[in-house]
């Protein structure tokens, strides 16, 4: 059975930092291109940043420097360091797993995250 379990959200104020967890169950995770999504509400649900099998990463334009992801494939798990929160990074971050060939994709259940003061 496939799973992808997101966690480490929560609330935290603006200028704070939180890391999220998504740990992989169920498939080969080494063999996954692994992303970080979010939505906010009433907005579509956007790319926050991936990483390769290689170790590439790539980041959305608004969360470059401030977030960091990484994946560590002995424990079938990807990381999102967020510092430096701002109220617009409030949404539910989902995980995801996609394989390019042949193709296929798994969505995580989302963990919400809310920078308030």
């Known amino acids: 059975q496939v799973q992808l379990v997101e966690s480490g959200g929560g609330l935290v104020q603006p200028g704070g930092s939180l ?29 926050v940043a991936g990483i390769t099998t290689g170790d590439s990463t790539n980041y959305a334009d608004s969360m470059k420097g ?16 967020m510092n430096s929160l701002k109220p617009g990074d409030t949404a539910v971050y989902y995980c995801h797993a996609k394989r390019v060939l042949p193709p296929n994709a798994y969505w995580g259940q989302g963990t919400q995250v809310t920078v308030s003061s």
């Open 19 to 47: 890391r999220l967890s998504c740990a992989a169950s169920g498939f080969t995770f080494s063999f996954y291109v692994m992303s970080w999504y979010r939505q906010a509400p009433g907005k579509e649900r956007e790319l």
């Open 66 to 81: 401030r977030f960091t992801i990484s994946r560590d494939n002995a424990k079938n798990t990807v990381y999102l360091q």
